[in-house]
């Protein structure tokens, strides 16, 4: 298990949540996430996870409860610092459709990059140019070299995942959110991505916050959260 | 500049519903120009029906009606002038030439006009000068020679050395047929899309020598009446800025039934009795142009369904909900541009490649042209509204972002 540090990635405290005119989601979730920890959400379909991303990502505003983001509490942002934070700080990745079908795979890795100055940076001060950032994350994912200029509506749903992690872990954001994004590949596969994401989280310092419906992946992970049992709670 | 290549990336991944409303954008813009410039086009034409002319000088009256039985050959020219005026009038210093007009007879509906040699040197069509398509002008004025001009040859499927006889009459009145006195075609007229093609010209002397044998006597010239009236004179000066000074010598001669009239001035007038029929043409462009605006607002309503994920994936990069607004306006505004661009390069094709028809069988003058001032004014109300018109499905795909979160329904 990777070392906890004394600041939070996320801190979610006595998170509630509903749909209008819906009965609770949630009642009280709290939980932490740090920097470099590998944390899993689980639970069956419908449970609110994909919601929960969203209260996360500050997309969504909880009905009750505190999420805070690297010391910053989400619900005194207004709704532009809160996007600025989420492109900066975040990365997102997908069960599936997670590209930008008409652009190539070079722009889709590298659109962070171009919407946000803070992750350009990082990239450049790890890596020296965008190519060499592009090259780096394209081969520990095990996408070849002449896929750079391809459209990304021509890959595989497997190369489409690894794009996707590419871009969400370009210019070292300080956490990435996977909403079930092994689900849609066979199990040999699956288990090859999550070692692909771990490696790239330690190396980067990532927190990493995955959602999966399939218990059999907590092993992988240094802790998780069962929505289900904290839904009925 | 990454939302512009992103707006233009997505559009382009579209372009089979964007093509189309790219056409249906230009054909809209190519009709609102259309009409625009027709419309000024038509009117400068107008105007510039008979050109060169300074003065036209009839009988005291209405000044539309001599302009309209003088230039444009319609109504009924009653009332005269003497012809001796002609002297009087080149007598004053700053008249530089005198041609007589002299109306009453027809040829099968078509007007004949009694004038002189001068009248082919010295008027104008549309600011260009007369030009003679086959044969001569007429030369000799004791000679029964007529040109045509070319809408009458063109109709009638006359030709040179032809031999006509002229009625006595003009319109659907009844006629007394000059046929013992056929006129000799010596030349045609090239189009010049002004009431000049529809007429035909012979001398003053054989006008007046054609009523001289009304009563069956034999037609010669040496017979002819030294009272003889024309209906109008049109005028040159040697300076179009002494044009009110030679009004008023001309009104200081002692005919005092005279009205001397500025061509422009009255063609002016007659053109704003079309005022209506003018605005309910730009009134119908208008209208093609808002259905074309509803249409490019619905396909961008339409298309926002599929474009959900696409959203979803920008919002979850960090794109900030005015971004959403911008690249939904940005799509707007790019098929909007194109499609004025595209609409204009029609219009100036369509003019290209008609401009001479437009000219001789519409009378219209259209050439390439940027557009003026109106024309970018409508052109920017034009976008304006497209864009305010956007802003619908920009503020609901704006909306259905924050609705739908990071993860809207699959595709």
């Given at each position: 298990m990777t070392a906890l540090q004394s600041t939070p990635a996320i801190r979610a405290v006595d998170l509630s949540f509903a749909w209008p005119k819906q009965k609770p989601l949630y009642a009280n979730v709290s939980f932490e996430l740090y920097p470099g920890e590998k944390y899993l959400i689980t639970g069956p379909s419908g449970c609110g996870k994909s919601t929960l991303l969203n209260l996360l990502a500050g997309v969504v505003k909880p009905s009750a409860g505190e999420i805070w983001v690297l010391d910053r509490r989400l619900q005194t942002l207004s709704q532009t610092a809160t996007d600025q934070l989420r492109g900066e700080q975040m990365g997102f990745i997908?069960?599936?459709?997670?590209?930008?079908?008409?652009?190539?795979?070079?722009?889709?890795?590298?659109?962070?990059?171009h919407l946000f100055a803070k992750?350009?940076?990082?990239?450049?001060?790890?890596?020296?140019?965008?190519?060499?950032?592009?090259?780096?994350?394209?081969?520990?994912?095990?996408?070849?070299?002449?896929?750079?200029?391809?459209?990304?509506?021509?890959?595989?749903?497997?190369?489409?995942?690894?794009?996707?992690?590419?871009?969400?872990?370009?210019?070292?954001?300080?956490?990435?959110?996977?909403?079930?994004?092994?689900?849609?590949?066979?199990?040999?596969?699956?288990?090859?991505?999550?070692?692909?994401?771990?490696?790239?989280?330690?190396?980067?310092?990532?927190?990493?916050?995955?959602?999966?419906?399939?218990?059999?992946?907590?092993?992988?992970?240094?802790?998780?959260?069962?929505?289900?049992?904290?839904?009925?709670? | 500049m990454i939302w512009l290549h992103l707006a233009i990336q997505s559009a382009l991944a579209r372009k089979g519903a964007l093509l189309i409303m790219v056409l249906s954008t230009a054909i809209s813009v190519a009709i609102l120009l259309g009409v625009l410039k027709v419309r000024d086009d038509?009117?400068?034409?107008?105007?510039?029906?008979?050109?060169?002319?300074?003065?036209?000088?009839?009988?005291?009256?209405?000044?539309?009606?001599?302009?309209?039985?003088?230039?444009?050959?319609?109504?009924?020219?009653?009332?005269?002038?003497?012809?001796?005026?002609?002297k009087d009038i080149t007598a004053i210093p700053l008249v530089d030439w005198i041609v007589p007009i002299q109306l009453g007879d027809s040829y099968r509906n078509y007007p004949v006009v009694g004038t002189s040699t001068a009248f082919f040197e010295r008027v104008r069509a549309q600011g260009r000068p007369l030009v003679i398509q086959a044969g001569k002008a007429l030369t000799d004025p004791t000679s029964f020679d007529v040109v045509l001009g070319s809408r009458v040859a063109k109709s009638l499927g006359l030709t040179l050395s032809n031999q006509i006889a002229i009625a006595h009459g003009s319109g659907s009145g009844p006629k007394k047929d000059h046929s013992d006195s056929p006129f000799k075609v010596v030349g045609i007229l090239a189009a010049t899309g002004t009431p000049i093609d529809q007429a035909l010209y012979i001398s003053t002397q054989a006008f007046d020598a054609l009523h001289d044998i009304q009563d069956g006597g034999q037609l010669q010239f040496a017979k002819l009446d030294p009272n003889s009236r024309v209906n109008a004179f049109f005028i040159g000066l040697k300076s179009r800025a002494s044009i009110f000074s030679a009004r008023r010598?001309?009104?200081?001669?002692?005919?005092?039934?005279?009205?001397?009239?500025?061509?422009?001035?009255?063609?002016?007038?007659?053109?704003?009795?079309?005022?209506?029929?003018?605005?309910?043409?730009?009134?119908?462009?208008?209208?093609?142009?808002?259905?074309?605006?509803?249409?490019?607002t619905a396909t961008l309503l339409i298309a926002l369904d599929n474009r959900r994920r696409e959203l979803a994936i920008l919002r979850a990069i960090g794109a900030k909900p005015f971004q959403i607004l911008f690249f939904i306006l940005a799509e707007a505004f790019l098929v909007c541009m194109i499609g004025i661009l595209a609409g204009w390069a029609l219009l100036q094709a369509l003019i290209a490649m008609y401009a001479d028809q437009l000219r001789t069988e519409w009378g219209v003058v259209s050439s390439f042209g940027f557009p003026n001032t109106a024309d970018l004014t409508s052109l920017l109300i034009v976008l304006f509204t497209v864009l305010l018109f956007a802003t619908i499905p920009a503020a609901k795909a704006y909306k259905m972002a924050l609705h739908d979160g990071l993860n809207p329904p699959s595709p």
């Amino acid at each position: 298990m990777t070392a906890l540090q004394s600041t939070p990635a996320i801190r979610a405290v006595d998170l509630s949540f509903a749909w209008p005119k819906q009965k609770p989601l949630y009642a009280n979730v709290s939980f932490e996430l740090y920097p470099g920890e590998k944390y899993l959400i689980t639970g069956p379909s419908g449970c609110g996870k994909s919601t929960l991303l969203n209260l996360l990502a500050g997309v969504v505003k909880p009905s009750a409860g505190e999420i805070w983001v690297l010391d910053r509490r989400l619900q005194t942002l207004s709704q532009t610092a809160t996007d600025q934070l989420r492109g900066e700080q975040m990365g997102f990745i997908f069960q599936q459709f997670n590209l930008l079908p008409y652009l190539s795979v070079r722009d889709n890795i590298l659109l962070p990059a171009h919407l946000f100055a803070k992750r350009k940076a990082a990239a450049l001060a790890q890596f020296g140019s965008l190519d060499d950032a592009l090259r780096y994350y394209m081969n520990h994912l095990g996408l070849s070299a002449d896929l750079e200029n391809q459209a990304a509506h021509r890959l595989s749903i497997g190369q489409q995942q690894r794009v996707a992690a590419a871009r969400a872990f370009l210019g070292s954001p300080s956490i990435v959110i996977a909403d079930e994004p092994t689900s849609s590949l066979d199990e040999g596969n699956q288990t090859q991505l999550l070692k692909l994401f771990f490696a790239l989280a330690d190396e980067q310092q990532t927190a990493l916050l995955m959602v999966s419906h399939d218990p059999r992946l907590c092993s992988y992970f240094d802790r998780q959260l069962q929505l289900a049992e904290v839904s009925q709670s | 500049m990454i939302w512009l290549h992103l707006a233009i990336q997505s559009a382009l991944a579209r372009k089979g519903a964007l093509l189309i409303m790219v056409l249906s954008t230009a054909i809209s813009v190519a009709i609102l120009l259309g009409v625009l410039k027709v419309r000024d086009d038509a009117k400068t034409s107008f105007s510039n029906a008979i050109s060169g002319v300074d003065l036209v000088l009839g009988s005291k009256g209405s000044p539309a009606e001599l302009i309209l039985y003088s230039v444009f050959h319609l109504g009924k020219p009653t009332n005269t002038i003497p012809a001796s005026l002609e002297k009087d009038i080149t007598a004053i210093p700053l008249v530089d030439w005198i041609v007589p007009i002299q109306l009453g007879d027809s040829y099968r509906n078509y007007p004949v006009v009694g004038t002189s040699t001068a009248f082919f040197e010295r008027v104008r069509a549309q600011g260009r000068p007369l030009v003679i398509q086959a044969g001569k002008a007429l030369t000799d004025p004791t000679s029964f020679d007529v040109v045509l001009g070319s809408r009458v040859a063109k109709s009638l499927g006359l030709t040179l050395s032809n031999q006509i006889a002229i009625a006595h009459g003009s319109g659907s009145g009844p006629k007394k047929d000059h046929s013992d006195s056929p006129f000799k075609v010596v030349g045609i007229l090239a189009a010049t899309g002004t009431p000049i093609d529809q007429a035909l010209y012979i001398s003053t002397q054989a006008f007046d020598a054609l009523h001289d044998i009304q009563d069956g006597g034999q037609l010669q010239f040496a017979k002819l009446d030294p009272n003889s009236r024309v209906n109008a004179f049109f005028i040159g000066l040697k300076s179009r800025a002494s044009i009110f000074s030679a009004r008023r010598q001309i009104d200081d001669l002692k005919n005092a039934n005279l009205m001397a009239v500025m061509p422009g001035v009255a063609l002016d007038d007659l053109w704003s009795t079309m005022e209506v029929a003018e605005n309910a043409l730009i009134l119908i462009a208008y209208g093609v142009l808002l259905t074309t605006i509803l249409g490019i607002t619905a396909t961008l309503l339409i298309a926002l369904d599929n474009r959900r994920r696409e959203l979803a994936i920008l919002r979850a990069i960090g794109a900030k909900p005015f971004q959403i607004l911008f690249f939904i306006l940005a799509e707007a505004f790019l098929v909007c541009m194109i499609g004025i661009l595209a609409g204009w390069a029609l219009l100036q094709a369509l003019i290209a490649m008609y401009a001479d028809q437009l000219r001789t069988e519409w009378g219209v003058v259209s050439s390439f042209g940027f557009p003026n001032t109106a024309d970018l004014t409508s052109l920017l109300i034009v976008l304006f509204t497209v864009l305010l018109f956007a802003t619908i499905p920009a503020a609901k795909a704006y909306k259905m972002a924050l609705h739908d979160g990071l993860n809207p329904p699959s595709p």
